[in-house]
């Protein structure tokens, strides 16, 4: 079992710059899979970023060379630095870990990109 909790969002210019953080309540080291999902308005929540153990990433083709996911196994935190932010990005960003065949959530927070 493991607790997540999110931090970082807020409102942003477009073409502005967050880093989401996900503190876990555990050694992340023994989590599998760690990864932020969003998702706005009206529409389905969607994987954006993942990142294994072993050190493996995946992106969601749109945020691809803006989006940078990482984990910090000492600080039990994975991060997602978000730069060249648009309006398109809006949304609630989730963190999620895989704990064998079990998932867990965390609250979410709020990132809004507008001028």
């Known amino acids: 079992q493991v607790q997540l909790v999110e931090s970082g969002g807020g409102l942003v210019q477009p073409g502005g710059s967050l880093r989401l953080s996900c503190a876990a309540s555990r050694g992340i080291f023994s989590i599998y899979v760690m990864g932020w999902y969003r998702q706005a308005p009206g529409k389905q929540r969607e994987l954006v970023a993942a990142i294994t153990s072993g050190g493996s990433i995946n992106y969601v083709d749109s945020v691809k060379g803006r989006f940078t996911i990482s984990r910090d196994n000492a600080k039990n935190t994975v991060y997602l630095q978000m730069n060249s932010l648009k309006p398109e990005d809006t949304a609630v960003y989730y963190c999620?870990?895989?704990?064998?065949?079990?998932?867990?959530w965390g609250q979410g927070t709020q990132v809004t990109v507008s001028s």
């Open positions: 999620n870990a895989e704990l064998g065949p079990i998932g867990y």
